[in-house]
T-cell receptor
Framework: DGGITQSPKYLFRKEGQNVTLSCEQN?????MYWYRQDPGQGLRLIYY???????QKGDIAEGYSVSREKKESFPLTVTSAQKNPTAFYLC??????????????FGPGTRLTVL | QQQVKQSPQSLIVQKGGIPIINCAYE??????FPWYQQFPGKGPALLIA???DVSEKKEGRFTISFNKSAKQFSLHIMDSQPGDSATYFC??????????WGAGTKLIIKP
């Protein structure tokens, strides 16, 4: 059963703590993405990775960091430098390179609340 | 120039009606225009998409109308059903791997 998993579904953290959100895919996609979704706003791109060991900043990368050591995994760290981290975080994947596809497949999301 | 403006913010339609959601963009370099459907607590899923070389695309009850000169595109849902109640997002591709998203439309189909 191919898809994208994100864990946990809900995450609570104290202000000033770093937190890492997990994203795993078994779709054999090279490209992966992290988005932030706030009420009444569209999705905003945080980081994307076209291939293993490579990633680029999106529109709102400040206060976030990522790594891409494995094709299947693209974890996102929300650092204490992110001024307003409470949001719904979505991970996505797509084909890349020769197999590039505009269609992005999304995980179920992680709702992060910073207290 | 990098924005996609979506309207309305919310929409209530009777079952069987035809909800229409509109999006407008500025950048003529955008070359791919998808619509995504999102149910509460879930990630978005691609519904239908169009490229600027066609003016209309239909998939089942969903139709995209595209007006290149006006830089607008819209989603029509024929014979709408309560199960279509969801949030709909338009988007536009400014480059490979980079979608710009509208703010979303919360659609409610009343039985």
């Amino acid at each position: 059963d191919g898809g994208i998993t994100q864990s946990p579904k809900y995450l609570f953290r104290k202000e000033g703590q770093n937190v890492t959100l997990s994203c795993e895919q078994n779709l054999n996609h090279d490209a992966m993405y992290w988005y932030r979704q706030d009420p009444g706003q569209g999705l905003r791109l945080i980081y994307y990775s076209q291939i293993v060991n490579d990633f680029q900043k999106g529109d709102i990368a400040e206060g976030y960091s990522v790594s891409r050591e494995k094709k299947e995994s693209f974890p996102l760290t929300v650092t204490s430098a992110q001024k307003n981290p409470t949001a719904f975080y979505l991970c996505a994947s797509s084909g890349s390179g020769r197999a590039f596809s505009d269609e992005q497949f999304f995980g179920p999301g992680t709702r992060l609340t910073v207290l | 120039q990098q924005q996609v403006k979506q309207s309305p913010q919310s929409l209530i339609v009777q079952k069987g009606g035809i909800p229409i959601i509109n999006c407008a963009y500025e950048n003529t370099a955008f070359d791919y225009f998808p619509w995504y459907q999102q149910f509460p607590g879930k990630g978005p899923a691609l519904l239908i998409a169009i490229r600027p070389d066609v003016s209309e695309k239909k998939e089942g009850r969903f139709t995209i109308s595209f007006n290149k000169s006006a830089k607008q595109f819209s989603l029509h849902i024929m014979d709408s059903q309560p199960g279509d109640s969801a949030t709909y997002f338009c988007a536009a591709s400014r480059a490979r791997y980079q979608l710009i998203w509208g703010a979303g439309t919360k659609l409610i189909i009343k039985p």
